[in-house]
């Protein structure tokens, strides 16, 4: 499909299959190729789209989640810094979209021991999950347990029960 796209000079067909073989490659684990082909997608994406398109970021976003899943966190960070300062001000066009990459920032500091920053980027993803997703979505609930994950780290137990009695009682409505 990769070469049939490439010979019809279909840059957005050659992207998406591209896009999708690193998400397949991700899946199992093959994550040095699942990055290679998420940056082989950016490439032919910048050649029909603007810089900092929202289908350019989702594929940045992709090379962050892979970076989480091989541990590397520092490598992570960028992608997910860089979805939230391009698309933090239309955060009511996305709402879902911007709370995942905050969510995901928080994680990345919990897990790098930054807990004052994860803090205040966990709670402002839970802000914007309440306020644009509803505290009955599933979204909320992955939310609510990060919040709990960092208040677990920063000592305060009773707040992190509450948030995954809550996130808990969510997926158990929702599945």
Do not use: W
């Not at 490659?25 to 900092?52: M, P, Q, V």
């Not at 997703?133 to 994950?149: D, F, W």
């Amino acid at each position: 499909a990769l070469e049939l796209a490439r010979s019809y000079n279909g840059q957005e067909d050659t992207a998406y299959i591209l896009h999708e073989l690193g998400y397949i490659a991700y899946r199992t684990n093959a994550f040095d190729e699942a990055i290679s082909y998420y940056h082989d997608a950016i490439d032919e994406k910048k050649k029909y789209l603007k810089a900092g398109s929202i289908d350019i970021i989702q594929t940045e976003v992709a090379i962050g989640l892979t970076y989480i899943k091989k541990g590397e966190y520092n490598n992570a960070l960028p992608f997910f810094e860089n979805a939230y300062k391009k698309y933090s001000s239309s955060v009511e066009n996305n709402p879902s979209f911007i709370a995942e990459v905050l969510n995901n920032i928080a994680n990345i500091y919990r897990e790098t021991g930054i807990y004052k920053k994860a803090k205040d980027v966990a709670e402002e993803a839970e802000r914007i999950a309440k306020r644009y997703l509803g505290t009955e979505s599933k979204n909320y609930a992955y939310i609510l347990n990060c919040v709990g994950s960092v208040y677990a780290k920063v000592g305060r137990e009773k707040e992190a029960s509450d948030k995954f009695a809550t996130a808990s009682r969510i997926f158990r409505q929702t599945y």
